[in-house]
């Protein structure tokens, strides 16, 4: 998603495509957060990062619905705003996936 907003920010996509990606990442993003949440852990140390997992993959589609309104409405200024939160998403994320290594 961070990169088709930039790429879009660049003036190297159509608004279209943006549109497809956000929202495909979004629809993506839902259907994880939502099988994840529905699982239960099988010990503590899952527990832990399952609530850290489940409630990063909440706030990453909560910023991915902020995305694709921005982008729908063609506001390149909110999405520039919205660049370093994707960056942050990106890290959380990353983050706890080698956490759960």
Request: charged share 30%; aromatic share 4%.
């Amino acid at each position: 998603m961070r990169v088709a907003v930039l790429t879009q920010l660049d003036g190297n996509a159509w608004w279209r495509f943006t549109d497809v990606v956000v929202t495909d990442s979004e629809t993506a993003l839902g259907s994880i957060e939502s099988t994840l949440s529905s699982r239960q852990p099988p010990s503590q140390r899952s527990e832990d990062i399952w609530n850290a997992t489940v409630a990063a993959l909440g706030d990453a589609v909560d910023l991915a619905v902020d995305v694709r309104v921005a982008e729908r409405r063609e506001n390149e200024a909110e999405l520039r705003s919205l660049v370093p939160k994707l960056e942050s998403m990106s890290e959380r994320l990353s983050h706890l996936e080698e956490r759960a290594r």
